[in-house]
C-alpha cells in the first residue's frame, strides 16, 4: 500500500470551473514518516493573472508564478507519482476535485483524509491543518523537513499530513497499527474517475 501526501494551492473556490492550481506538493510516506528525498513540489504558471486575496498565499504573486512552469508541463510529472497509488490530504477531497479537473491522467487508488480522523478526537481545538499540527506540537518537525516553505504554502502543509497521518492513526487506534493496516482494514475503494466530484472514499466510516 503506497502512501502519498498531497497538498494544492488554488486560486480559490470562487473561480468555480476556472480556478487555477498554483502549486503543488508530493511526499511520499514510507514507514509512516514523509521521504524527502522523494518530495516533489513545483510553483505553477496559471497562463493569466491572478488577483490578490487573502486566501491565496503569501509568496504566489503574478511575477514569481510567471517564470514557472505551466501545468502541461508538470502533469507528466505527476500522474507517475500519484497514479495506483492512495493520496492522503487534509479535506483530501478538495484538493482531488481541481486535481481531478485539470489533470485527467491523474487516477490514484483511493483517498485518505486527515480532516476526517480529526474529527473523531474530542480535543476541543479546531480542525484546521495548523490547528491540529500545534495540538500534537509537530509544527517544529515540519519546519525541520521543509525549511524553505511555511504553512499554507504547499510542501510545509503537505509535510504536515505526512506527519500527522500517524499520529492520528495512533491517537485513534491501537498504537502498533500502522498506516497501511488502517487503510486495508478500511476497504477504501479505487477511484472511479467517472464518479461525481463530491463522492470519496475516506479511512473510516
Same mark, same amino acid.
Given at each position: 500500500?503506497?502512501?502519498?501526501?498531497?497538498?494544492?494551492?488554488?486560486? /480559490?473556490?470562487?473561480?468555480?470551473?476556472?480556478?487555477?492550481?498554483?502549486?503543488?506538493?508530493?511526499?511520499?510516506?514510507?514507514?509512516?514518516?514523509?521521504?524527502?528525498?522523494?518530495?516533489?513540489?513545483?510553483?505553477?504558471?496559471? /497562463?493569466?493573472?491572478?488577483?490578490?486575496?487573502?486566501?491565496?498565499?503569501? /509568496?504566489?504573486?503574478?511575477?514569481?508564478?510567471?517564470?514557472?512552469?505551466?501545468?502541461?508541463?508538470?502533469?507528466?510529472?505527476?500522474?507517475?507519482?500519484?497514479?495506483?497509488? %492512495?493520496?492522503?490530504? %487534509?479535506?483530501?477531497?478538495?484538493? $482531488?476535485?481541481?486535481?481531478?479537473?485539470?489533470?485527467?491522467?491523474?487516477?490514484?487508488?483511493?483517498?485518505?483524509?486527515?480532516?476526517?480522523?480529526?474529527?473523531?478526537?474530542?480535543?476541543?481545538?479546531?480542525?484546521?491543518?495548523?490547528?491540529?499540527?500545534? %495540538?500534537?506540537?509537530?509544527?517544529?518537525?515540519?519546519?525541520?523537513?521543509?525549511?524553505?516553505?511555511?504553512?499554507?504554502?504547499?510542501? $510545509?502543509?503537505?509535510?504536515?499530513?505526512?506527519?500527522?497521518?500517524?499520529?492520528?492513526?495512533?491517537?485513534?487506534?491501537?498504537?502498533?497499527?500502522?498506516?497501511?493496516?488502517?487503510?486495508?482494514?478500511?476497504?477504501?475503494?479505487?477511484?472511479?474517475?467517472?464518479?461525481?466530484?463530491?463522492?470519496?472514499?475516506?479511512?473510516?466510516?
Amino acid at each position: 500500500m503506497e502512501l502519498v501526501a498531497i497538498d494544492l494551492e488554488g486560486s /480559490g473556490a470562487q473561480d468555480r470551473a476556472n480556478e487555477a492550481i498554483l502549486e503543488i506538493a508530493l511526499v511520499p510516506i514510507v514507514d509512516g514518516r514523509p521521504d524527502m528525498g522523494a518530495a516533489y513540489c513545483t510553483l505553477i504558471n496559471p /497562463g493569466r493573472s491572478i488577483p490578490r486575496r487573502p486566501w491565496i498565499s503569501p /509568496g504566489l504573486t503574478d511575477s514569481v508564478l510567471r517564470d514557472a512552469p505551466t501545468l502541461a508541463e508538470v502533469e507528466p510529472e505527476l500522474a507517475p507519482r500519484i497514479n495506483g497509488k %492512495h493520496l492522503v490530504g %487534509h479535506n483530501v477531497g478538495v484538493d $482531488w476535485r481541481l486535481l481531478r479537473r485539470h489533470c485527467p491522467s491523474v487516477t490514484p487508488a483511493g483517498l485518505i483524509d486527515t480532516l476526517r480522523l480529526a474529527r473523531q478526537l474530542d480535543h476541543g481545538i479546531g480542525r484546521s491543518l495548523t490547528s491540529v499540527i500545534d %495540538h500534537f506540537a509537530l509544527a517544529s518537525d515540519v519546519d525541520q523537513l521543509a525549511p524553505d516553505s511555511a504553512p499554507h504554502r504547499a510542501l $510545509w502543509d503537505t509535510v504536515a499530513v505526512a506527519l500527522l497521518l500517524p499520529v492520528l492513526s495512533r491517537a485513534i487506534h491501537d498504537p502498533g497499527v500502522r498506516p497501511g493496516d488502517l487503510v486495508e482494514a478500511a476497504h477504501t475503494p479505487a477511484i472511479d474517475p467517472h464518479s461525481t466530484p463530491q463522492s470519496q472514499p475516506s479511512l473510516f466510516d
